[in-house]
Protein backbone atom coordinates (compact mmCIF):
# COMPACT_ATOMS: atom_id res chain seq x y z
CA UNK A 1 0.00 0.00 0.00
CA UNK A 2 1.06 3.41 -0.60
CA UNK A 3 2.77 5.34 2.37
CA UNK A 4 -0.64 7.84 3.10
CA UNK A 5 0.15 11.48 4.28
CA UNK A 6 -2.43 13.67 5.26
CA UNK A 7 -1.70 17.45 6.66
CA UNK A 8 -4.11 19.04 8.97
CA UNK A 9 -3.36 22.89 8.05
CA UNK A 10 -4.69 26.31 7.71
CA UNK A 11 -3.35 26.33 4.16
CA UNK A 12 -3.70 23.57 2.40
CA UNK A 13 -2.37 25.02 -0.77
CA UNK A 14 0.53 24.28 0.30
CA UNK A 15 0.56 21.10 -0.67
CA UNK A 16 2.44 19.16 -2.11
CA UNK A 17 4.56 21.91 -2.86
CA UNK A 18 7.97 21.57 -3.65
CA UNK A 19 7.30 17.75 -2.78
CA UNK A 20 5.32 17.94 -6.67
CA UNK A 21 8.90 17.76 -8.37
CA UNK A 22 11.72 15.95 -8.45
CA UNK A 23 12.18 12.38 -6.56
CA UNK A 24 9.01 12.95 -4.66
CA UNK A 25 7.33 14.09 -7.36
CA UNK A 26 7.58 11.60 -9.02
CA UNK A 27 7.13 8.76 -6.61
CA UNK A 28 3.88 10.63 -6.29
CA UNK A 29 2.63 10.27 -9.56
CA UNK A 30 3.63 6.97 -9.55
CA UNK A 31 1.58 6.33 -6.19
CA UNK A 32 4.07 5.35 -3.94
CA UNK A 33 2.90 8.15 -1.53
CA UNK A 34 -0.63 9.85 -1.50
CA UNK A 35 -1.19 13.61 -0.27
CA UNK A 36 -4.05 14.86 1.47
CA UNK A 37 -3.95 18.29 2.79
CA UNK A 38 -6.92 18.40 4.98
CA UNK A 39 -8.21 22.51 6.07
CA UNK A 40 -8.67 23.04 9.55
CA UNK A 41 -11.40 25.72 9.13
CA UNK A 42 -13.81 23.16 8.24
CA UNK A 43 -13.72 21.70 11.90
CA UNK A 44 -14.90 24.97 13.21
CA UNK A 45 -18.40 25.40 14.54
CA UNK A 46 -19.06 29.08 14.72
CA UNK A 47 -20.57 31.07 11.53
CA UNK A 48 -16.89 32.57 11.54
CA UNK A 49 -15.28 29.43 10.76
CA UNK A 50 -12.82 30.58 13.68
CA UNK A 51 -10.14 28.35 14.60
CA UNK A 52 -8.21 30.33 17.37
CA UNK A 53 -8.51 32.88 20.41
CA UNK A 54 -6.81 34.94 22.67
CA UNK A 55 -4.11 33.48 25.23
CA UNK A 56 -5.59 32.40 28.69
CA UNK A 57 -3.74 35.04 31.12
CA UNK A 58 -3.33 37.54 28.98
CA UNK A 59 0.07 37.99 26.56
CA UNK A 60 0.04 39.10 22.42
CA UNK A 61 -0.79 36.75 19.88
CA UNK A 62 -3.65 34.16 19.36
CA UNK A 63 -3.88 30.14 20.39
CA UNK A 64 -5.15 27.41 17.99
CA UNK A 65 -8.30 26.05 19.57
CA UNK A 66 -8.23 22.55 21.54
CA UNK A 67 -11.91 21.77 20.64
CA UNK A 68 -10.94 22.78 16.79
CA UNK A 69 -8.02 20.71 16.70
CA UNK A 70 -9.41 17.86 18.53
CA UNK A 71 -12.27 17.97 15.61
CA UNK A 72 -9.55 17.83 12.71
CA UNK A 73 -7.41 14.98 14.53
CA UNK A 74 -10.71 12.69 15.30
CA UNK A 75 -10.87 13.15 11.62
CA UNK A 76 -7.63 12.13 10.65
CA UNK A 77 -8.03 9.31 12.84
CA UNK A 78 -10.88 8.00 11.25
CA UNK A 79 -8.97 7.92 7.79
CA UNK A 80 -5.84 6.90 8.72
CA UNK A 81 -6.04 5.11 12.58
CA UNK A 82 -2.94 3.23 12.33
CA UNK A 83 -1.17 6.46 11.21
CA UNK A 84 0.98 8.56 14.18
CA UNK A 85 0.08 11.94 14.43
CA UNK A 86 2.47 14.74 14.92
CA UNK A 87 1.78 18.19 15.59
CA UNK A 88 4.66 20.53 14.32
CA UNK A 89 6.23 22.79 17.24
CA UNK A 90 8.91 24.15 18.68
CA UNK A 91 8.23 22.90 21.65
CA UNK A 92 8.42 19.56 20.10
CA UNK A 93 11.12 16.37 20.51
CA UNK A 94 13.44 17.17 18.05
CA UNK A 95 13.63 14.84 15.07
CA UNK A 96 16.13 12.33 14.33
CA UNK A 97 16.80 10.13 11.22
CA UNK A 98 16.24 6.99 13.19
CA UNK A 99 12.35 8.62 14.14
CA UNK A 100 12.46 9.34 10.62
CA UNK A 101 13.03 5.66 9.59
CA UNK A 102 10.22 4.36 11.76
CA UNK A 103 7.38 6.45 10.47
CA UNK A 104 8.38 5.53 6.27
CA UNK A 105 8.31 2.00 7.33
CA UNK A 106 4.95 2.34 8.51
CA UNK A 107 1.27 3.23 6.72
CA UNK A 108 1.72 6.69 6.57
CA UNK A 109 1.47 9.96 8.57
CA UNK A 110 -1.40 12.71 9.78
CA UNK A 111 0.99 15.73 10.72
CA UNK A 112 -0.70 18.57 12.55
CA UNK A 113 0.63 22.62 11.65
CA UNK A 114 0.95 24.61 14.23
CA UNK A 115 0.45 28.73 13.58
CA UNK A 116 0.24 31.34 15.71
CA UNK A 117 1.27 30.94 19.14
CA UNK A 118 0.78 27.45 19.29
CA UNK A 119 -1.63 24.78 20.51
CA UNK A 120 -3.99 24.46 23.46
CA UNK A 121 -1.89 22.58 25.33
CA UNK A 122 -4.85 20.74 26.31
CA UNK A 123 -4.88 18.68 22.79
CA UNK A 124 -1.85 16.98 23.78
CA UNK A 125 -3.52 15.88 26.94
CA UNK A 126 -6.33 14.43 25.24
CA UNK A 127 -5.29 12.69 21.94
CA UNK A 128 -2.30 10.82 20.65
CA UNK A 129 -0.35 13.28 19.19
CA UNK A 130 3.43 12.85 19.20
CA UNK A 131 5.21 16.89 19.13
CA UNK A 132 8.01 17.36 16.57
CA UNK A 133 10.43 20.32 16.01
CA UNK A 134 12.73 20.46 13.44
CA UNK A 135 15.23 22.72 14.51
CA UNK A 136 15.83 25.74 17.42
CA UNK A 137 14.41 28.29 14.91
CA UNK A 138 11.07 29.37 14.64
CA UNK A 139 9.00 29.47 11.42
CA UNK A 140 5.91 31.42 10.24
CA UNK A 141 3.90 28.01 10.58
CA UNK A 142 4.35 24.13 10.74
CA UNK A 143 3.42 23.92 7.41
CA UNK A 144 7.68 24.24 6.40
CA UNK A 145 8.30 21.32 9.69
CA UNK A 146 5.86 19.12 7.74
CA UNK A 147 6.90 19.63 4.24
CA UNK A 148 10.77 18.58 5.88
CA UNK A 149 9.20 15.53 7.42
CA UNK A 150 7.55 14.58 4.41
CA UNK A 151 10.59 14.77 2.25
CA UNK A 152 12.68 12.83 4.87
CA UNK A 153 10.37 10.22 4.59
CA UNK A 154 9.51 9.64 0.77
CA UNK A 155 13.07 9.72 -0.16
CA UNK A 156 13.10 6.68 1.79
CA UNK A 157 10.26 4.48 0.53
CA UNK A 158 10.80 1.14 -1.65
CA UNK A 159 11.35 2.31 -5.17
CA UNK A 160 11.97 6.46 -4.57
CA UNK A 161 16.05 5.97 -4.52
CA UNK A 162 17.68 4.35 -7.34
CA UNK A 163 19.43 1.99 -4.97
CA UNK A 164 18.12 0.38 -1.91
CA UNK A 165 21.35 1.05 0.17
CA UNK A 166 21.82 4.93 -1.26
CA UNK A 167 21.19 6.10 1.98
CA UNK A 168 23.18 4.72 4.53
CA UNK A 169 26.50 5.95 4.25
CA UNK A 170 24.53 9.56 4.81
CA UNK A 171 24.20 11.82 7.69
CA UNK A 172 22.99 11.27 10.91
CA UNK A 173 22.76 7.36 9.30
CA UNK A 174 25.13 5.59 11.52
CA UNK A 175 25.80 8.57 14.07
CA UNK A 176 27.90 10.67 12.00
CA UNK A 177 28.13 13.35 9.59
CA UNK A 178 29.23 11.72 6.27
CA UNK A 179 32.15 12.15 4.43
CA UNK A 180 33.64 14.50 2.10
CA UNK A 181 32.71 13.73 -1.82
CA UNK A 182 34.36 14.41 -4.80
CA UNK A 183 33.91 14.10 -8.45
CA UNK A 184 35.19 15.46 -11.74
CA UNK A 185 37.07 17.29 -13.15
CA UNK A 186 39.98 15.89 -10.79
CA UNK A 187 41.59 19.08 -10.37
CA UNK A 188 39.68 22.68 -9.95
CA UNK A 189 41.36 25.48 -8.78
CA UNK A 190 44.55 24.04 -8.33
CA UNK A 191 42.68 21.78 -5.47
CA UNK A 192 42.98 17.87 -6.74
CA UNK A 193 40.83 15.23 -5.47
CA UNK A 194 42.50 13.24 -2.32
CA UNK A 195 44.74 10.48 -3.95
CA UNK A 196 43.24 7.79 -2.02
CA UNK A 197 40.14 8.23 -3.47
CA UNK A 198 42.36 7.79 -7.02
CA UNK A 199 43.62 5.06 -5.62
CA UNK A 200 41.34 2.04 -6.65
CA UNK A 201 42.04 0.83 -3.32
CA UNK A 202 38.60 -0.05 -1.49
CA UNK A 203 39.77 -1.10 1.86
CA UNK A 204 41.61 2.30 1.98
CA UNK A 205 38.90 4.42 0.60
CA UNK A 206 36.78 2.70 3.43
CA UNK A 207 39.20 3.62 6.10
CA UNK A 208 39.88 6.89 4.91
CA UNK A 209 35.55 7.73 4.50
CA UNK A 210 35.45 6.35 8.35
CA UNK A 211 38.43 8.87 9.15
CA UNK A 212 37.14 11.64 7.78
CA UNK A 213 33.51 11.21 8.97
CA UNK A 214 34.57 10.53 12.49
CA UNK A 215 36.76 13.99 12.55
CA UNK A 216 34.41 16.10 10.54
CA UNK A 217 32.02 14.87 13.38
CA UNK A 218 34.50 15.86 16.28
CA UNK A 219 34.69 19.22 14.97
CA UNK A 220 31.51 20.07 13.32
CA UNK A 221 29.44 18.58 15.62
CA UNK A 222 30.71 17.58 19.20
CA UNK A 223 27.05 16.46 20.33
CA UNK A 224 26.67 14.06 17.51
CA UNK A 225 30.14 12.90 18.68
CA UNK A 226 29.32 12.21 22.23
CA UNK A 227 26.75 9.83 21.18
CA UNK A 228 28.57 8.21 18.84
CA UNK A 229 31.65 7.27 20.87
CA UNK A 230 30.48 4.53 22.77
CA UNK A 231 27.74 3.38 20.18
CA UNK A 232 28.59 0.13 18.07
CA UNK A 233 30.87 0.66 14.79
CA UNK A 234 28.86 1.84 12.17
CA UNK A 235 31.78 2.33 9.26
CA UNK A 236 30.74 3.81 6.29
CA UNK A 237 30.44 1.07 3.55
CA UNK A 238 32.49 3.20 0.79
CA UNK A 239 30.37 1.95 -1.74
CA UNK A 240 28.32 4.04 -4.15
CA UNK A 241 26.05 2.33 -5.93
CA UNK A 242 23.51 4.57 -8.61
CA UNK A 243 22.71 7.87 -8.30
CA UNK A 244 21.22 8.57 -4.65
CA UNK A 245 19.73 11.79 -5.69
CA UNK A 246 18.43 13.85 -8.50
CA UNK A 247 19.49 17.47 -8.67
CA UNK A 248 17.32 18.93 -10.99
Given at each position: ???????LTLYPEMFP????????????????????????????????????????????????????????????????????????????????QARVREIAS??????????????????????????VSIGDYILS????????????????????????????????????????????????????????????????????????????????????????????????????????????
Open positions: MAFAAQIGPLGTSLAGRALEEGKWSCNPIQMRDFATDKHKSVDDTPAGGGAGMVLRADVMASAVDHALEQQPDAPVLAMTPRGKPLKGPGVTILCGRFEGFDERIFDARPIEEGGEMGALVLLDACIRLLPGVMGASSSGDDESFETGLLEYPQFTRPQKWEGRIIPEVLRSGDHAKIAAWRKRKAEEDTRLRRPDLWEHHRDAPDQSPSGARGQKKEDRS
